[in-house]
């Protein structure tokens, strides 16, 4: 049963242009939502996150946007660049999952020159 | 501060071995988790340590998986025996609080 589904295996986007990751979930029982960046042969580092009580987060060039009544987050990277091109992965959480993180099947990012 | 340690980095099993894997997380994080990564799918968690005690292992084959952390830091997962389809990255995080967490490097499990 996937509870968070990132509909889109992959995303190519020219350097300086915004790249836009989408993330859908069906449980309403999420309250904290991250993003993940993930390199070959790499753990999944921390990106940017939001909590439910708000629908953007803002850090650098890494904007996040939450839909509740859609069920539907999405990063926005703006302007790309090369360095970005990476897997990033969408993860949710309920108050009483004790942090445990329900994964997306994750977005491969390619921003080319 | 130094990362989520995890050892090996890669192995290569023939189905019905036995494998472990070992993880230090960083130091003070009291929450440990081990998550199994297929290829093409996203991290899927397989226990959660509270400290030395399980919060979370209802998603661990528990016929053939088992974990313990003892004294409350390393910690160790193990499969045995190893099935083709537990090939996968398996994952170790360490978290403080309610933040991100911090994941290691993981170790890629293959099962032949």
């Known amino acids: 049963d996937q509870q968070v589904k990132q509909n889109s295996p992959s995303l190519s986007v020219q350097e300086g242009r915004i790249s836009i990751l989408n993330c859908d979930y069906t449980n309403s029982m999420f309250d904290y939502f991250l993003w993940y960046k993930k390199y070959p042969a790499e753990g999944p580092t921390f990106l940017i996150s939001i909590s439910s009580i708000k629908d953007k987060n803002e850090d650098g060039r890494f904007t996040v946007f939450l839909n509740k009544s859609a069920k539907h987050l999405s990063l926005h990277i703006v302007p790309s660049q090369p360095g970005d091109s990476a897997v990033y992965f969408c993860a949710a959480r309920t108050l009483n999952s004790g942090y445990a993180l329900n994964f997306g099947k994750g977005t491969s990012l390619l921003v080319t020159p | ?112």
């Open chain 2, 1 to 112: 501060e130094a990362g989520v340690a995890q050892s090996p980095r890669y192995k290569i099993i023939e189905k019905r071995q036995s494998v472990a894997f070992w993880c230090n997380p960083i130091s003070g994080h009291a929450t440990l988790y081990w998550y199994q990564q297929i290829l093409g799918q996203g991290p899927k968690l397989l226990i959660q340590f509270q400290n030395n005690g399980v919060v979370d292992d209802s998603q661990l084959p528990k016929d053939r998986f088992s974990a313990e952390r003892l004294k409350g830091v390393d910690s160790t997962l193990k499969i045995q025996p190893a099935k083709l389809e537990d090939s996968a990255v398996y994952l170790c995080a360490s978290s403080l609080d309610r933040g991100g967490y911090t994941f290691g490097s993981g170790t890629r499990l293959t099962v032949v």
